[in-house]
């Protein structure tokens, strides 16, 4: 109760001339703290968000071609010949330079296989698995996360012959 009797009695003590213009600064610092704390700040989240939203829509168009681009190759261009998948899948992938990338090979049976991918370019798998289709194997399911950092995939895939 001390200090607020004692700012009552030194407000009272000012002119009224200092008591506007002590009014100004305290309208003035109000505004400059909701500028800093409420404006700013979603202003500057609105615009993280339209570049991401950008990011996105170029790795759907990269994406959307890959996909008009694996569809306009035939797909039975490629006969399931002899040999397992396994060794087919293993022998494309190092003949795409992604043997380096290929983290795990699972079978799942004679026409099935679990492929995990770590390090590897979106060009090279893209390449890779435009290859693959036209041998006769395709991608049943790919899960691919990207290392914002160095632009590398991280891809689980399921091959089907």
């Known amino acids: 109760m001390e200090l607020l009797d004692t700012v009552k009695a030194r407000w009272q003590g000012l002119q ?31 615009d993280e968000a339209e570049q991401r939203l950008q990011a996105t829509r170029q790795a759907f168009a990269v994406v959307q071609q890959q996909a008009s681009d694996l569809k306009a190759s035939p797909a039975g261009a490629g006969t399931p010949g002899s040999g397992s998948l396994l060794t087919k899948v293993e022998s494309s992938a190092q003949a795409a330079g992604l043997r380096g990338a290929l983290k795990r090979l699972q079978p799942g049976g004679n026409d099935r296989i679990e492929v995990s991918l770590e390090g590897a370019s979106y060009q090279q798998v893209m390449q890779w698995l435009g290859k693959l289709r036209s041998e006769g194997i395709r991608a049943q399911r790919v ?5 914002r950092q160095s632009d590398l995939l991280q891809a689980q895939l399921v091959l089907v012959r």
Do not use: H, T
């Open 16 to 46: 009224a001339r200092e008591q506007q213009v002590l009014r100004l600064g305290a309208v003035i610092f109000g505004l400059l703290l909701v500028y800093l704390f409420i404006i700013d700040p979603v202003y500057s989240g609105r």
């Open 143 to 147: 899960d691919i996360q990207v290392d």
